[in-house]
């Protein structure tokens, strides 16, 4: 999994533990006949259970889709007589989202039920609980972002297999 901006996305990645972008791509010895633009869409669709705006233009067929947690495009580009096809997800809004939503619920659950359970009186204590918590809440964020990432990319990866066997199928 890579991120697909190496500047900023790197350390942003390696603080979230997973990237929130990825780039894949594969080729076909074969090239995406015009006339199948259709059912290549179509099959996106199918895969995806998104619709996407779709532009062409010749040997270019590009598909996206953008919602509130995810910016989904796949680009299928004839070159010399193979085709090759790209698939770019970014999930920023969502990961912000979702990891700090975390991060936040688990500090406050900290300082919650460490208060309750330990009654800290010295600010030592309180900043103890808070630490803990902290670096609790931080690992739980950085695994859920990381399980999602891992799977997201098998899923994208799946989907960028069959669009590209499915350019030599005669369909």
Not at 47 to 76: C, F, K, M, P
Not at 114 to 135: D, H, N, Q, R
Request: proline share 2%.
């Amino acid at each position: 999994m890579s991120d697909v901006n190496s500047g900023h996305a790197a350390w942003i990645s390696a603080l979230l533990g997973a990237p929130m972008r990825f780039d894949l791509s594969g080729h076909s010895e074969e090239p995406l006949a015009a006339e199948r633009h259709v059912a290549f869409v179509e099959l996106i669709t199918r895969l995806t259970h998104r619709r996407g705006q779709i532009l062409e233009s010749g040997e270019r067929l590009d598909w996206r889709n953008r919602s509130d947690v995810e910016a989904l495009q796949v680009v299928a580009q004839n070159e010399e007589g193979s085709a090759c096809v790209r698939i770019r997800a970014d999930y920023a809004a969502m990961t912000f989202f979702a990891f700090f939503a975390i991060l936040f619920s688990g500090m406050f659950m900290a300082a919650a039920i460490g208060g309750f359970a330990f009654k800290p009186s010295t600010i030592e204590g309180m900043a103890l609980i808070g630490i803990v918590g902290f670096i609790a809440s931080y690992a739980a964020a950085r695994a859920a972002w990381s399980s999602f990432a891992a799977k997201r990319h098998r899923d994208l990866q799946r989907l960028l297999d069959v669009l590209v066997a499915s350019i030599g199928d005669e369909g």
